[in-house]
Nanobody, 116 residues
């Protein structure tokens, strides 16, 4: 069984920064993709950013140039550095880890609130 522990959420003013982290532990053989999704009130969950085992990255258009995803492979940890935050970035952010075909684990979610 694999567990994910997220941290780093909170409230920040527009233009501010936050860094989210997600550490995976447990019976891990390998991790293919680590990523972050978010879900705002009344909206569907959407992909924010992802990074593969080969260090390829993908970002939602709405966060390109503002968010950076990184990964420490030896620690099975993924980070999301969020800069120039906007009120529309307010959401619950979820870590997602893909262990293989059809095998994925979700974190419990961490709330990010961008408000003055």
């Amino acid at each position: 069984q694999v567990q994910l522990v997220e941290s780093g959420g909170g409230k920040v003013q527009p233009g501010g920064s936050l860094r989210l982290s997600c550490a995976a532990s447990g019976n891990i053989v390998s991790i293919n993709v680590m990523g972050w999704y978010r879900q705002a009130p009344g909206k569907e969950r959407e992909l924010v950013a992802a990074i593969t085992s080969g260090r390829d990255t993908a970002y939602a258009n709405s966060v390109k140039g503002r968010f950076t995803i990184s990964r420490v492979y030896a620690k099975n940890t993924v980070y999301l550095q969020m800069n120039s935050l906007k009120p529309e970035d307010t959401a619950v952010y979820y870590c997602n880890v893909q262990l293989g075909p059809g095998l994925e684990v979700w974190g419990q979610g961490t709330l990010v609130t961008v408000s003055s």
